[in-house]
């Protein structure tokens, strides 16, 4: 009998916690700080934006964060997903290395943003909200909080980056379904979006400017919340169900990862593959290597500056130590709009200085051109982020095939690529280009970062 490809656990192994690593790291990150005092800021300055649960678990001590039953609940629409072992992708590569990958992709929306967004709209329809505003970068977390509104009876209003409005139609046309309004950001209904347009009719826009038009609305009405896909430490947490289902399937192929790959735009998708074998490396268990790997064109880690600055453009929402780009940093229109943002994770930010993580950066063309290689080998059409992630495993299974090393391989598939196939088209045809991103860009918008 030939080897299993997959490991799949039903449904009574869902998670029943959510992981916090904070306790367990050496030092806490630095926290957030009020843009007018320059204090930490306290729940009473979040409760405009999130509700007191939500707020509590983005400053919470407690290693493990009992998941609520209303949400196991919708989490088993999906939950648990598969991890498989790329074989077919192996073999084309002529490598000894043993590559895994675990697959979100099987989602309602397609992507693993569901895992926070269930549990955003859950303790928001608690608490009383009535809707929701949210950013969208490629659109896999509107659609995600779409779903998830029409979960617990809330409206749920997008701003989608203008580049992946145009871009990518039918994942609007998703949000739609689910019920949701969607707006092009910059947009007219917002001040924030009419001041950038008087300035610029033509901007393409950015997951900054996105949020600064949501937030703006969100703080207006006391009946409305917002919601953010990425970045902050509660939505890093709900993610952690990838990593803990990896740890029980990996351990079922009787594997221990060598190197662990995620691609990164805010962080959510790699802290939740990485952070269970985190804490695992940081006991003694195992010693992973583990590498984000960002887009050239946003390379927030690898080229950005470890500083505080505002998660939005317009200068809402608090001061966050992060790597940054500068939140005045427009990305150049690539299709990985999810990996569209100006700055990276606070909380993997720190654990990057404390040495914990690696970082690289890899062009769209490349990235494509591993989408394609899995796509034709495992036969599943990854989005373009998680491409990047492939391109990365797939350049370190060729050098495993230089070297001989029969190194094993982890990651993550974070969502399918369906809703993309106009970008591999144009890939196709030739008409996707790299963007070398000029310094000089760099330098203009870090130059505006806030005193602090």
């Known amino acids: 009998m030939s080897e299993p490809t997959r490991v799949l656990l039903d449904e009574s192994r869902i998670p029943r916690n959510w992981y916090n690593i904070i306790p367990d790291l050496p030092s806490p990150p630095p926290p957030p700080l009020h843009p007018a005092t320059l204090q930490p800021v306290g729940p009473d300055d979040l409760a405009p934006?999130?509700?007191?649960?939500?707020?509590?678990?983005?400053?919470?001590?407690?290693?493990?964060?009992?998941?609520?039953?209303s949400v196991l609940d919708v989490y088993r629409l999906w939950r648990p997903t598969p991890l498989i072992r790329a074989r077919r992708l192996e073999k084309s590569l002529g490598t000894p290395a043993r590559i895994y990958y675990k697959y979100e992709g099987g989602s309602p929306s397609g992507s693993h943003k569901p895992n926070t967004a269930v549990p955003q709209a859950y303790y928001n329809a608690a608490q009383g909200v009535r809707r929701l505003t949210t950013e969208t970068g490629a659109g896999q977390w509107g659609s995600a909080l779409a779903f998830a509104c029409a979960q617990y009876g809330?409206?749920?209003?997008?701003?989608?980056?203008?580049?992946?409005?145009?871009?990518?139609?039918?994942?609007?046309?998703?949000?739609?379904?689910?019920g949701a309004t969607v707006h092009a950001s910059p947009s007219a209904v917002t001040r924030s979006g009419s001041r950038i347009l008087a300035d610029d009719p033509a901007c393409t826009g950015s997951l900054g400017i996105a949020i600064s038009e949501a937030v703006e609305v969100a703080g207006q009405h006391g009946d409305t919340r917002y919601a953010l896909g990425s970045v902050l430490n509660h939505v890093l947490m709900h993610q952690t169900v990838i990593g803990?289902?990896?740890?029980?399937?990996?351990?079922a192929f009787g594997e221990t990862p060598d190197?662990?790959?995620?691609?990164?735009?805010?962080?959510s998708n790699f802290a939740g593959l990485v952070f269970p074998f985190l804490r695992e490396k940081l006991a003694g268990r195992m010693e992973p290597v583990l590498r984000a790997?960002?887009?050239?064109?946003?390379?927030?880690?690898?080229?950005?500056t470890y500083a505080y600055d505002f998660g939005d453009t317009a200068g809402f929402t608090?001061?966050?130590?992060?790597h940054?780009?500068?939140?005045?940093?427009?990305?150049?229109?690539?299709?990985?709009?999810?990996l569209r943002y100006h700055g990276m994770s606070p909380l993997l930010s720190h654990i990057y200085e404390l040495g914990m993580i690696e970082a690289v950066a890899r062009n769209?063309?490349?990235c494509f051109e591993a989408g394609l290689r899995f796509a034709r080998t495992e036969g599943v059409l990854p989005a373009p982020e998680p491409t990047h992630a492939l391109a990365e495993t797939i350049a370190e299974a060729l050098r495993c095939a230089d070297t001989g090393e029969e190194k094993v391989i982890l990651t993550a598939v974070c969502g399918h690529g369906h809703f993309d196939l106009p970008a591999y088209e144009r890939h196709l045809s030739g008409q996707l280009d790299d963007f070398a991103l000029p310094q000089q860009r760099i330098d203009e918008a870090l130059a505006r970062l806030p005193a602090v």
């Open 259 to 267: 190197l662990i790959i995620g691609c990164t735009g805010g962080g």
């Open 244 to 251: 803990e289902e990896a740890l029980e399937q990996l351990a």
């Open 364 to 366: 769209q063309t490349e």
């Open 293 to 304: 790997v960002e887009p050239t064109a946003c390379p927030s880690f690898t080229r950005g």
């Open 49 to 69: 934006l999130f509700p007191m649960e939500l707020i509590g678990q983005e400053v919470s001590e407690e290693r493990f964060v009992p998941i609520p039953e």
């Open 324 to 338: 940054t780009l500068g939140h005045e940093f427009v990305p150049d229109p690539i299709h990985a709009g999810g």
């Open 154 to 178: 809330l409206a749920c209003e997008v701003w989608m980056v203008r580049a992946s409005y145009d871009q990518k139609p039918y994942r609007r046309s998703l949000m739609k379904v689910y």
């Open 318 to 322: 608090p001061l966050l130590k992060m």
